[in-house]
Structures are given as structure tokens and as C-alpha cells.
């Protein structure tokens, strides 16, 4: 989420709203501008309450950096209690008006689907705009979905086309993603050298995943374009690592009863139990097992992380088998059920495609075996 940091200088007088009398009356002599560069340099001044103050009476008149500023306040709960509704609901109001700092703002929504459903098209749609203006963020944002092949059909030259325009303007995560592109030759041609250059450059701007720093990477320079490149074994053990995280918040899911880990851990669109699921229905799932048994705990042991292809994580999943010790209750002795789930790097993050236990495919194969005869 970005806020709007700049002081208007450009003076446009307030619309009256007869509804209003009193506040009409107040600001009869004022601008919202000057209304909105006060609660910036109170906001520069960390005098939160009384910058919400202004940016609430500026963006009641329509002024749209307040508004803007108003929702990235509410999303990030500075000054305001936190209120993704709310935030998505100014971000929406500036969006419309045009600021493209509030239309990547609620492509970032719409991405995540905080205050707002969840929707790959219109996180596209509002990405674009921003990303047409200039809005370096958003144009590396349109980069991933092309991508990925989120809200759009997967380009991967299209990707390079936008990864580029944010990088010449010193995105960060453009320029780590651009190297990426060069680095497995996707929309490119192949090109170690380079990939190294817009990494270090990427942690240059500021970029803080290990992956910008060229010595995570395993390598130095390459004098030929077909030498073999292999990673260092330091990049295996912390795929592994961020493998584990994903298991331990997968875990605090269902022990803390916090359904909202769901949307960091599964992706979209899930096996889970054999069908395929949203993660709306796997929440549904979830919670009604937990309304079921109140006192649901569960500990997972013997974990074992099968084979990483490490020039293919963003495509072939990686298994990860352990033995769940589920209680439902203290009246009820605990069981064991060997379990595994499937992992894959997707949009730069591991997220879970599979979900299951053995015991439950053991009985679906056997039912399926009885139904032939």
C-alpha cells in the first residue's frame, strides 16, 4: 500500500453540500488543499489523530490525496482503528478521480481480497490503469499477472515489456523480477550476466529478499552464455526453511482458530481431500470442524521434505509428508494420521496446492476399487 506524500499546490475551491451548513459555513474562506497540506505536515509530524481530522473534512469535499491518504491510514490502522472495508472504500473514491497512487492501492484489494471479494480480474483492471499513468509499482505489479497468468492470459513478453518500464524507473521488485526473466530465460534470452546485474541493482533500490544478493544465487560471472549455472546449497536449506514456516502458519491455522492464515498459505484454487476448492470453501471447511470441536488441537511430527527441483520451483510441487496428532477433545484419546501436503513457489510466495492424509486416499481407493466390481 502507498500513500500520497506530496503537498497540492494548485488551489481549487470547495463544493458547498447544503446538508452540510455549519462546515460549509467554516471552510467558506478556505480550499480542501490547504485543508489536506495541513494533515500532511501534521502526518510528517506523526500527529496522527489530528491529520485523520483533516484528511476526513478534505476528502468529505472530494479531495482525492486525502481520500487517498484516509484509506492507506485505515488499511494499515495509523491513527484510525484498521478497517479494510473503509480503506478500500476511499481508495475506490480517489481511484475513480484518477490517482493512480489509490488505483494500484485497490489492485493491491482486490490481489488480496482485503475489504474487498477476491478478484485476479479486477486487480488487473485497476493495476493497468495506474500502471498506463506511469505508477512504477503497478507496472511491475501488471509484470507478475502476465506472468502468472492472473486476470490475463500468461505473457511472458508482455511481462518483460512491463518489468522493464518499472525497472527503468528504479522499482525494486521490477528489477529483481526482470532479472529473474533473464535469469531462466522466460520472454528472454537466457542471460546469467545480466540477471546478476538487475539483481544487484534491485538490492541496490532497496530490495530485501536474499534473492537480489548475488552471492545467495551461487555464482560469480559468466564468461559463456551455456555454462551450467547450479545454485548453492545455502539456497536448498532456506527453500527448506520457507518451506517449514508454510507448514508452522498451516498448523497455527487451525490451533489459534484463525482462519485468515488460509489466504497466505492456499492458493486459489486447491486439492483439497481430493476436491478441488476455493479458499472461501476451504475456510467453510475448516470452520465448521473447528464449530464441531471446540477444543480441535493438533501437532505435527516426523516431518520429511521430498525432492526440490530448484530450477523448477515456481513448476513442479514439492511433497511435504508428516504425522498429524489430532484431539478433538480431553474426553477423547488423540489420533495419528500420516498426512502430507504439496507445495509450489507461486507469485513469489510457497503456497499449498494439495491437502490430504493417506488414511483418507487408502478408503477413496478402495471405494473406488468396490464401485468397479
Known sequence: MRPMGKKVTTMKKIAFFGGILFLSFFLSSCDTDAIYNRGLSYYEGDFYSKAIRCYKIAALFGHPYAQTNLGYCYSQGVGVEQNDIKAANYFRMAA??????????????????????QDDNKAFQWYLKAAK???????????????????VEQNYKKAVEWYTKAANANCADALFLLGRCYDYGNGVKKDHQKAQILYDKAYAAGYDAPYSKTEYWGWDTFEDDDEEWQPDTDFQADIETAIRLLLGEWNDMHNKKDMTI??????????????????????KSKEKLLSKYPDFKQELSDIKIGLIDLDNIDKKPVRINFTKTV???????????????????????????????????????????????
Not at 262 to 283: C, G, L, P
Open 133 to 151: 499513468q506511469g505508477y512504477p509499482d503497478a507496472q511491475s505489479a501488471i509484470g507478475t499477472r502476465y506472468y502468472h497468468g492472473r486476470g
Open 262 to 283: 488460509a489466504f497466505r498459505v492456499y492458493n486459489k484454487s486447491t486439492q483439497y481431500y481430493h476436491q478441488e476448492k476455493s479458499v472461501e470453501e476451504i475456510i
Open 96 to 117: 475513480e478521480k484518477g490517482v493512480a497512487t489509490s488505483q494500484y492501492n485497490l489492485g493491491v484489494c482486490f490481489e488480496n481480497g482485503e475489504g474487498v471479494p
Open 327 to 373: 484431539t478433538t477433545s480431553s474426553n477423547t484419546p488423540s489420533k495419528e494420521y500420516p498426512s502430507y501436503l504439496d507445495v509450489m513457489f507461486i507469485d513469489y510466495d510457497w503456497k499449498i496446492l494439495t491437502e490430504s492424509d493417506y488414511v483418507t486416499d487408502k478408503n477413496l481407493a478402495k471405494r473406488k476399487e468396490n464401485a468397479n466390481k
